[in-house]
């Protein structure tokens, strides 16, 4: 299974997940880290991690409508299975959903 973490800050559920995730020796793995934080440590976990990651703020864009594609156009390139929100700190709108 291929998994999304959405993270803002810290990622010490980012880090946890990815620590349980290859002391069970399963069969999924954390393809895709999102960010919508720049300063946010949790980038730097992921690089620790070899975890491909994007960070890219709402204010980038001109509506939530178009933030949520950009974003679901990542998931869809990356194939994700499914999505973990690990402290992030956005409310997830219909794109998403």
Known sequence: ?????????????FQALADYLSKKGLESSI???????????????ATALSVPAD???????????????AILHKLKEKKIDLIVLAGYMRIIGPVLL
């Not at 299974?1 to 559920?13: D, E, K, L, Q, Y």
Request: aromatic share 16%; hydrophobic share 35%; net charge negative.
């Open 1 to 13: 299974m291929r998994i999304a973490v959405f993270a803002s800050g810290n990622g010490s559920n």
């Open 31 to 45: 393809d895709w880290l999102f960010c919508d934080q720049p300063e946010a440590y949790v980038l730097k976990r």
């Open 55 to 69: 960070c890219f703020s709402p204010k980038e864009f001109d509506s939530k409508k178009e933030y949520e594609e």
